[in-house]
């Protein structure tokens, strides 16, 4: 390889051709006494757009000068003027989402709906270390039907000395669990090892032995690219607040497939469920509206929701393929610096960037204080127990040059 190929008038050279550069422009760039950091946790917090002072004073302004009026003016379906933003990101169709509420809370009200445990058919299959909060709600799930998690939930597990997981095990999983399946609730791409699931196969084979499949995207969505429509989940939930931008605690989101939107099975409900058109009417049996919004339940929390419009429109103006081949780009770069200066350093991620997002996990002999040095030195990138260190270049905001200069500090730190 080219000796300039990892200099840093290389590494300028290519952001200078970055299609997206200007995109940094519109975040505002966190800091440390007074210097930018260099920010890789856009997979934890995505950065604030600019203009979301604006957004949020906009919808104070509405509430200080109409009071209830502003439910009829603006507020009664907030959250409509988001949805078809989801389109591109999550492969579907506006009214095959909703947003609302936090990424657990909606897990637990889908599996409400698809998780419906039988004699025959009762267990859930999740990825062995996924999300603890995930873990937490399908065990709470599996116990509130009176079931044991030691039947009832089956846990893939990598092979020896392997961080990832198969496609053809967990196929091999499915089959051979077969019709005691209810539900396989996978990430999409799983937080602790960047590994970005199969979902199209993953979902086939669980149609196939007649289980509900479910994703949770909060790692994928606005990461990877994604066709929930096309590849016939059943239905899935994400956060926005870590690549989609839209803020500490934004709504999250949920997809359900069209094929369920005349559901008549389990289902909590609240007068959001309620078709607008009758939703006033106070009736006291529902009308319930027939789409993924028929999963709300209660009015929209504006002040969370309002930041959207500026983090998703930025999606929108780049294009879901356009994004996904810078993401590529910096992610590939990262990886072939650390494989070429970074000896020390083991990429857990899969090496295939069809099989990962932009995240790289990182695993090294003492990694935790390697970790503490990044900090000091004024990286921002986090830490998650037992053994890994997470750098998720994101193409919105970082750049070629930060990329080549977290790698120089880590050279130094591991000198
Ligand atoms: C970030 C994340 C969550 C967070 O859940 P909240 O309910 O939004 O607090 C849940 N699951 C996964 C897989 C995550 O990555």
New binding site residues.
Partial sequence: MNENVFSKADAIAKDESNTLRSYRNKFNYPTRNGKPVLYFSGNSLGLQPKGVNDALQEQAFIWAEKGADGYFSDWVDFHQRFLTYFEPIIGGQSHEFMLMN????N?HLLMVSFYQPTQERYKIIIEGG??P??QYAVQSQIAFHGLDSNEALVTLKPNTDEDCLNTSDIIESIESHGESIALILL?GVN?YTGQKYDMAAIAEHGRKVGAYVGF?L??AAGNVKLRMHDWNVDFAAW?N??YLNCGPGSP?GIFVHEKHHKWEGPRFTGWWSNRLDTRFQMNSKIDPIQNAAGWGISNSSIFSMAPMKNALQIYQNVGMDQFIDMSHMLTGYLASLINKELPQITIMTPDDSNQRGCQLSLVAPKGKVIWETLIEKHVVCDWREPSVFRIAPTPLYNTFTEIYELVQILKKILR
């Fill in positions: 936090a990424l657990t809370v897990l996924a999300f909060s995930d990430g937080y949770d909060a790692h956060c607040y870590k999250s």
